[in-house]
DNA sequence: TCTGGGGTCCTAGGACCC
DNA sequence: TCTGGGGTCCTAGGACCC
């Protein structure tokens, strides 16, 4: 039988702020998303405490002042790096493994010969605490979609320890399917909990007895997979080798709602620079490009407006003066003045190699490169994001977003790495 | 006052072809 | 008056994930 593992850093953000703020261990904590929009992590004792996941910090305020709730910013130059140590050490353990998310990794462990596949875990749980400081928990199933169920009970369960292992006690699945709600079943969202629990389905186990055709019919394909990975038949694989995106985005809410043209222009040129440099830094190179632009869904009786446009590129590039000056054009094509901006997005589609395959037999000829884009990229690698800039916008503006308590990055900055002092 | 960002996959429908 | 069948490709939108 199959045996896949899912490893789920708890409270990821959270585990992460407390590991070089010890301050932080003694109180219930928060991370926020990017504006200190909403909470987007919690430790234990915050989510005890009654904070939702994704409730906006206006709604949260007097919870946080009444129980002294450290909230923080995110800060995802230390996030990512924690999670690069943390899958390091997971990698290195099991004979093969996908990197999932952020603060998740499915192991295969079928190859794996020990004794005890729950002692294992519990080793592995502690191997990744002692060698990174971060805390996790392990589900064992024949499946993701039950790896990941297992996950959750594992989380839950105090007798669990941290491990759930499904494989080598096959009993326990029918008993683990009758305790997960429907809508905590990986691969069913809001909509399909609201549609299923309309028709009486209200558990995994239900589900997962419900006849092929009707699912099939009501959630198409993808649906099915998810009711025959909850039967025990593996429809998802582990994919070891990560694929190659095939778009990217940078998008961001302004800190404040904008009227004038020049400041959302300044915003709209900033985040063409910053995705240009995300498709450099994976080597590769965009077809095409997509900007959209709009109001603030939430400001309930002002006018609400949505815009977009896009642009192929002659030859795919990933040259920012290229990319930006495409921006410029369906910028100015699109705008429209008299609303009160809020959000906007410069999307690169249709990425490859640069090379991959020529537009046409007659445009092989490669991109010319003055080398400009690579200097960039090396200076800011060296000295940090936005030294070397293309002077395409304006440094401050409304536009950029609040972060009031961001933490120091703490691993990936000189400057901020904590010192210690002995007394 | 104040509600994130970045992805994937699937499907339906229209344009177009023979 | 009469108006097929089958295929591909593209796009927009909707579902999901973290």
Same mark, same amino acid.
Request: proline content about 5%; glycine content about 8%; some cysteine.
């Given at each position: 039988?199959?045996?896949?593992?899912?490893?789920?850093?708890?409270?990821?953000?959270?585990?992460?702020?407390?590991?070089?703020?010890?301050?932080?261990?003694?109180?219930p904590v928060v991370?926020?998303?990017?504006?200190?929009?909403?909470?987007?992590?919690r430790s234990n004792e915050a989510k005890l405490l009654?904070v939702?996941?994704?409730?906006?910090?206006?709604?949260?305020?007097?919870?946080?002042?009444?129980?002294?709730i450290? !909230?923080?910013?995110?800060?995802?130059?230390?996030?990512?790096?924690?999670?690069?140590?943390?899958?390091?050490?997971?990698?290195?353990?099991?004979? %093969?493994?996908?990197?999932?998310?952020?603060?998740?990794?499915?192991?295969?462990?079928?190859?794996?010969? !020990?004794?005890?596949?729950?002692?294992?875990?519990?080793?592995?749980?502690?191997?990744?605490?002692?060698?990174?400081?971060?805390?996790?928990?392990?589900?064992?199933?024949?499946?993701?979609?039950?790896?990941?169920? =297992?996950?959750?009970?594992?989380?839950?369960?105090?007798?669990?320890?941290?491990?759930?292992?499904?494989?080598? *006690? #096959?009993?326990?699945?029918?008993?683990?399917?009758?305790?997960?709600?429907?809508?905590?079943?990986?691969?069913?969202?809001?909509?399909?909990?609201?549609?299923?629990?309309?028709?009486?389905? *209200?558990?995994?186990?239900?589900?997962?007895?419900?006849?092929?055709?009707?699912?099939?019919?009501?959630?198409?394909?993808?649906?099915?997979?998810?009711?025959?990975?909850?039967?025990?038949?593996?429809?998802?694989?582990?994919?070891?080798?990560? %694929?190659?995106?095939?778009?990217?985005?940078?998008?961001?809410?302004?800190?404040?709602? &904008?009227?004038?043209?020049?400041?959302?222009?300044?915003?709209?040129?900033?985040?063409?620079?910053?995705?240009?440099?995300? !498709?450099?830094?994976?080597?590769?190179?965009?077809?095409?490009?997509?900007?959209?632009?709009?109001?603030? #869904?939430?400001?309930?009786?002002?006018?609400?407006?949505?815009?977009?446009?896009? =642009?192929?590129?002659?030859?795919?590039?990933?040259?920012?003066?290229?990319?930006?000056?495409?921006?410029?054009?369906?910028?100015?094509?699109?705008?429209? =003045?008299?609303?009160?901006?809020?959000?906007?997005? !410069?999307?690169?589609?249709?990425?490859?190699?640069?090379?991959?395959?020529?537009?046409?037999?007659?445009?092989?000829?490669?991109? #010319?490169?003055?080398?400009?884009?690579?200097?960039?990229?090396? &200076?800011?690698?060296?000295?940090?994001?936005?030294?070397?800039?293309?002077?395409?916008?304006?440094?401050?503006?409304?536009?950029?977003?609040?972060?009031?308590?961001?933490?120091?990055?703490?691993?990936?900055?000189?400057?901020?790495?904590?010192?210690?002092?002995?007394?």
């Amino acid at each position: 039988m199959a045996t896949f593992a899912l490893v789920d850093c708890n409270n990821f953000y959270a585990s992460c702020e407390r590991l070089f703020q010890p301050r932080l261990r003694e109180r219930p904590v928060v991370v926020l998303s990017n504006n200190d929009g909403c909470v987007i992590a919690r430790s234990n004792e915050a989510k005890l405490l009654g904070v939702g996941m994704g409730a906006p910090m206006f709604k949260i305020r007097k919870l946080v002042a009444e129980h002294d709730i450290a !909230v923080c910013s995110s800060n995802y130059a230390l996030y990512g790096d924690i999670s690069e140590r943390v899958m390091t050490v997971l990698g290195a353990s099991a004979p %093969s493994h996908e990197i999932y998310s952020i603060d998740e990794c499915f192991l295969d462990l079928d190859r794996l010969a !020990v004794p005890s596949l729950t002692d294992w875990c519990r080793l592995l749980r502690e191997r990744t605490r002692r060698w990174t400081g971060i805390p996790v928990s392990v589900g064992v199933g024949p499946t993701k979609t039950l790896a990941k169920l =297992a996950n959750r009970l594992a989380k839950k369960s105090a007798k669990a320890g941290g491990v759930l292992d499904l494989v080598h *006690h #096959p009993a326990w699945i029918e008993a683990a399917l009758r305790k997960t709600p429907v809508g905590d079943v990986w691969g069913v969202g809001r909509r399909w909990t609201v549609m299923l629990e309309e028709r009486g389905i *209200h558990t995994a186990h239900e589900f997962a007895n419900a006849p092929d055709g009707w699912v099939r019919q009501r959630m198409g394909v993808v649906g099915l997979r998810t009711v025959h990975e909850l039967r025990g038949f593996v429809c998802h694989a582990l994919e070891d080798q990560p %694929s190659p995106k095939q778009t990217t985005c940078c998008s961001r809410t302004f800190g404040a709602a &904008i009227r004038e043209k020049s400041q959302v222009h300044d915003a709209v040129m900033s985040y063409s620079e910053r995705v240009a440099e995300k !498709v450099r830094h994976a080597g590769q190179v965009a077809g095409a490009v997509q900007l959209f632009i709009r109001t603030d #869904p939430f400001a309930q009786g002002a006018p609400q407006k949505s815009l977009s446009g896009s =642009a192929t590129f002659h030859r795919p590039t990933s040259d920012t003066r290229e990319i930006s000056a495409a921006v410029l054009r369906i910028f100015d094509r699109i705008w429209r =003045a008299g609303y009160d901006w809020r959000k906007a997005g !410069v999307l690169l589609l249709d990425l490859g190699m640069p090379g991959d395959t020529p537009a046409s037999l007659f445009d092989r000829i490669e991109a #010319p490169d003055d080398g400009l884009m690579s200097a960039i990229d090396q &200076i800011n690698a060296r000295y940090g994001r936005g030294t070397a800039r293309l002077g395409l916008a304006q440094k401050d503006g409304e536009w950029r977003m609040r972060r009031e308590n961001l933490s120091p990055s703490f691993t990936t900055r000189w400057t901020d790495i904590p010192s210690a002092r002995l007394t």
